[in-house]
């Protein structure tokens, strides 16, 4: 089945720094789509991707679809200690409206 | 907040035991979908419903079974519980069976020993 690899695994950064992460895939995406999810709760949107190309964002959220449709990164921009959660990307392709996610990334904000 | 909501929050099972969860989907969403997520993993698709009926399944064995109802609430029912279906179980619902985009609720987290 198809297979997302997400980047890094866990980051540990100072409050203020800018974070970047990437998910790639070896099939083709029509969608990716970004999520937060924080202990004990559902993953939460943050940011839709529907072209390739497609640079969107979302506040201090920026995200991008590859051109090759099979990668995506999304950069935080000065960091906030409430950015503290796992970041998950996630993929959807063809009729399938199903949402295909990758391992997380853990974000640690230290003051 | 997304407007989904699941119940129960947790839940303690015993092997072989039946389970039913279920979700009340955002207000105007005709699609819901279910998602397993185990400790540390991304959620897992399970299957999606579409006006009450199965639009989609992910690879899981026929035990897992669900159901959507007319006011688009819905259920997850798994069978023969075993050890490796203790996870965080996600409800999501969507505007359509074309919009991708999909929003969870909180998650009931299954325990099965």
């Known amino acids: 089945g198809q297979q997302l690899n997400q980047s890094p695994q866990s980051m540990f950064i100072q409050e203020g720094e800018d974070v970047s992460m990437n998910c790639t895939s070896s099939?083709?995406?029509?969608?990716w789509l970004w999520y937060k999810q924080d202990p004990g709760e559902g993953p939460v949107l943050l940011i839709a991707?529907?072209?390739?190309?497609e640079l969107t964002s979302n506040g201090r959220l920026t995200a991008q679809f590859g051109i090759t449709r099979k990668d995506s990164f999304l950069n935080i921009s000065a960091s906030i200690p409430s950015d503290v959660g796992i970041y998950f990307c996630a993929g959807s392709s063809g009729s399938a409206r199903q949402l295909t996610f990758g391992s997380g990334t853990q974000l640690t904000v230290l003051p | 907040e997304t407007g989904v909501t699941q119940s129960p929050t947790h839940l303690i099972k015993t092997r072989g035991q039946q389970v039913t969860l279920r979700c009340s989907s955002q207000?105007?969403?005709?699609?819901v979908s279910w998602y397993q997520q185990a400790l540390g993993q991304g959620p897992q698709f399970i299957f999606q419903?579409?006006?009450?009926?199965?639009?989609g399944r992910g690879n899981f064995p026929p035990r897992f079974s669900g159901l959507q109802f007319p006011n688009y609430s819905s259920e997850l029912n798994v069978n023969a519980l075993e050890l490796d279906d203790s996870a965080l179980y996600l409800c999501?619902?969507?505007?359509?069976?074309?919009?991708?985009?999909?929003?969870f609720g909180q998650g009931t987290r299954l325990t099965v020993v």
């Open positions: 099939s083709i995406f029509n969608t």
């Open positions: 419903y579409y006006r009450e009926e199965e639009n």
């Open positions: 207000s105007g969403h005709n699609t």
């Open positions: 991707l529907y072209k390739a190309g």
């Open positions: 999501a619902s969507g505007v359509s069976r074309q919009n991708t985009e999909a929003f």
